[in-house]
């Protein structure tokens, strides 16, 4: 008898990409079922990749035979849209946490971002053991990682790059202020009672370097680019605690921070348009501060 299937489809860039793995291993591990991953949109015209391959993660990139119809064969994405059941069509409701999930049998495709731990809080350990890496961290990094373990160190990420360059973007999103990077670092320096080294992690290091003016001591960390963007995740996980933007990217940077002790800032508003709102994608734990 042939294993079933869970397909997530993917989409975006690394932050999103875990986001949809950890549902879909979520609800494969329920199910009993394989996982799949669609990546057919990481073709060379689009301005991500497919970065889960530097995780172990226990899924593999489906093959196009075991994919349903894309939306290029338009006749066959239709028809399948319309009365396909292998696999089920099922699509995110908004972008809260949708409890319809918990409950989806296997032999289903999921499309969304599910931007929330409530999806896969309850498989946690075994997400922390995925998304180890692979290689061992060398050179640059590793020498960052050994300044980062002398401690105490904050991560904080500033978000640009298309959130201020791409008007939809700009628009959704919109970017965190310096007042919140301030009132975020005053709250952890308050809390551990020591003055942290600060690591700037950004997709705009020569904006950081111009503008970012705190009352700490600030080491830009300006060693990757977007092709080696998980190792920029790697050195966030390794700082004692985290300074997030409105970002996945940098959500997961926090996440994977195993310490138990750990501070983690996020903003309290994590849309700039009004219309957009996902009340659970914040842990329980997190401080939020607007």
Not at 175 to 202: H, K, M
């Amino acid at each position: 008898m042939t294993q079933p299937h869970v397909i997530s489809r993917l989409h975006g860039g690394l932050g999103n990409q875990l986001f949809q793995y950890a549902v879909g291993r979520a609800v494969a591990l329920r199910t009993g079922a394989e996982l799949l991953l669609d990546a057919r949109l990481f073709t060379d015209a689009n301005p991500f990749q497919y970065d889960l391959g530097h995780f172990q993660i226990e899924a593999r990139v489906a093959a196009e035979n075991e994919l349903p119809p894309a939306k290029d064969r338009k006749i066959a994405y239709g028809l399948w849209r319309l009365f396909g059941r292998s696999p089920r069509f099922v699509r995110e409701r908004g972008l809260a946490y949708n409890k319809r999930i918990a409950t989806i049998t296997a032999d289903c495709y999921l499309h969304g971002y599910f931007q929330s731990q409530r999806y896969f809080a309850d498989i946690a350990p075994t997400l922390w053991s995925d998304l180890k890496f692979k290689q061992p961290i060398t050179g640059e990094n590793a020498r960052m990682a050994e300044r980062i373990g002398i401690g105490p160190s904050v991560s904080m990420h500033i978000r640009r790059g298309d959130y201020i360059t791409n008007a939809k973007a700009q628009a959704a999103h919109g970017s965190t202020d310096l007042g919140y990077y301030e009132r975020a670092l005053a709250e952890i320096r308050s809390r551990i009672g020591q003055d942290p080294v600060v690591y700037l992690f950004s997709n705009d290091p020569q904006w950081v370097r111009e503008n970012m003016q705190l009352d700490a001591e600030l080491v830009p960390v300006a060693i990757n680019d977007g092709r080696t963007a998980h190792e920029d995740l790697r050195l966030m996980s390794l700082c004692d605690h985290n300074i997030i933007a409105n970002s996945t990217f940098s959500w997961w940077g926090a996440w994977l921070n195993p310490s138990h002790s750990k501070i983690v800032v996020a903003p309290a508003r994590w849309f700039a348009d009004p219309k957009l709102s996902n009340p659970d994608i914040t842990p329980p734990g997190w401080l939020r501060l607007e």
